[in-house]
């Protein structure tokens, strides 16, 4: 479209989005000026907003919530233990963890990534071992 075709009805009064038009270029979604705008609803205080997935702030001393942190603490020292050696046993126990504390709205996304690290490291170097123990079964058997 070209930048001089105008929309029809542009410069005439009649809707725009169902909305009847005062004047010419009056646009209903343009803010009201101030001494025409309404007072706003009050919102009623008797629950505090609460953000979705997150336990609220009388949770916070709950049995739950210090399961759910122990469980997101021990996910990321079982995927740091894991990433330095033994990752195929510690790698399945910090993802393990990690479910245990999302399932107790936690995010323990830094356990779970390095406990899928680990437990891929691990398998590589298992199979890096046994290819390296067969080519070795292999060549001195000549």
């Given at each position: 479209m070209?930048?001089?075709?105008?929309?029809?009805?542009?410069?005439s009064?009649?809707?725009?989005?169902?909305?009847?038009c005062?004047?010419?270029?009056?646009?209903?979604?343009?803010?009201?000026?101030?001494?025409?705008?309404?007072?706003?609803?009050?919102?009623?205080?008797?629950?505090?907003?609460?953000?979705?997935?997150?336990?609220?702030?009388?949770?916070?001393?709950?049995?739950?919530?210090?399961?759910?942190?122990?469980f997101?603490?021990?996910?990321?020292?079982?995927?740091v233990?894991?990433?330095?050696?033994?990752?195929?046993?510690?790698?399945?126990?910090?993802?393990?963890?990690?479910?245990?504390?999302?399932?107790?709205?936690?995010?323990?996304?830094?356990?779970?990534?390095l406990?899928?690290?680990?437990?891929?490291?691990?398998?590589?170097?298992?199979?890096?071992?046994?290819?390296?123990?067969?080519?070795?079964?292999?060549?001195?058997?000549?």
């Open positions: 070209p930048f001089w075709a105008v929309p029809a009805g542009y410069f009064t009649g809707e725009i989005d169902g909305q009847q005062k004047a010419v270029g009056d646009d209903p979604r343009k803010p009201e000026p101030p001494s025409s705008r309404k007072a706003p609803m009050s919102y009623s205080s008797n629950q505090p907003y609460q953000y979705p997935n997150y336990p609220n702030v009388q949770q916070n001393n709950s049995r739950e919530f210090f399961r759910g942190s122990k997101k603490e021990k996910s990321v020292i079982f995927g233990i894991g990433f330095f050696f033994l990752g195929i046993v510690f790698g399945p126990l910090a993802i393990s963890n990690a479910r245990k504390a999302e399932a107790l709205h936690h995010s323990a996304t830094l356990g779970k990534v406990g899928w690290i680990d437990t891929i490291a691990g398998v590589l170097s298992i199979l890096v071992f046994v290819l390296i123990a067969i080519a070795a079964a292999s060549g001195s058997g000549n």
